[in-house]
């Protein structure tokens, strides 16, 4: 729900891209950089610029936030380490 409007999120019409979902996975894995950069085969500063276009489409200063966001919108599956079926 967007506190500001009262309307749900919703991630119609925005501009997803695949590397965009993926830096997003990377992040809520809680990947390093240098391992997640070498994963998604791009360079460690195309990652970050990556991470830092993102935080600015969403109008956030950090990257906590860019994933509570992300979640917000639905782009991101919620994941708690040591939790689920086994």
Known sequence: MDIVTNTPNQVVDLPWTAISLAVLQTLNAG??????????????????????????????????????QAAEVGLLRHHRPGCGAR
């Open 31 to 68: 990947m390093k950089d240098e391992v997640a950069a070498r994963q998604l085969s791009v360079s460690l500063r195309t990652y970050r610029r990556r991470v830092a276009d993102l935080m600015g489409y969403f109008g956030v200063d950090t990257r906590f936030e860019l994933g509570v």
